[in-house]
């Protein structure tokens, strides 16, 4: 299963997402931003590659339907309403991602 999770500008809370959900056997994890100065920018190819987007916030979430509206046709988009209040790997952060994430993919 790949999923793909976006953040603002892919330095805290989508590369976190990226390394944890790596991890888990059958999970493919890419991590992007919607800011043009992201490590890794959001793309229709990413969009295609993904079965599952997950994003942060509610203004993520807005700029992805608008931008790739016809490639998420079919795709789960999941706002997981994670603030940017966390460094890379927090531990909160990554008990965040996995429990709300949890409940759309099956965690082994």
């Known amino acids: ?4 999770f976006v953040c603002s500008e892919n330095r805290l809370r989508s590369p976190s997402g990226e390394e944890v959900f790596s991890a888990y056997e059958g999970i493919n994890a890419i991590g992007c931003g919607t800011n043009l ?11 295609e590659w993904a079965d599952i987007v997950f994003v942060m916030e509610k203004t993520h979430k807005n700029k992805v339907s608008k931008k790739f509206k016809d490639l998420l046709t079919g795709k789960k988009l999941v706002c997981l309403d994670i603030p940017d209040n966390y460094d890379r ?7 965040i991602l996995e429990n709300r994430v949890s409940k759309h ?3 082994r």
């Open 37 to 47: 100065d992201a490590e890794t920018v959001v793309s229709g190819d990413l969009i």
């Open 105 to 107: 993919v099956r965690l």
């Open 1 to 4: 299963m790949n999923l793909l």
């Open 89 to 95: 790997m927090d531990p909160v952060l990554i008990r």
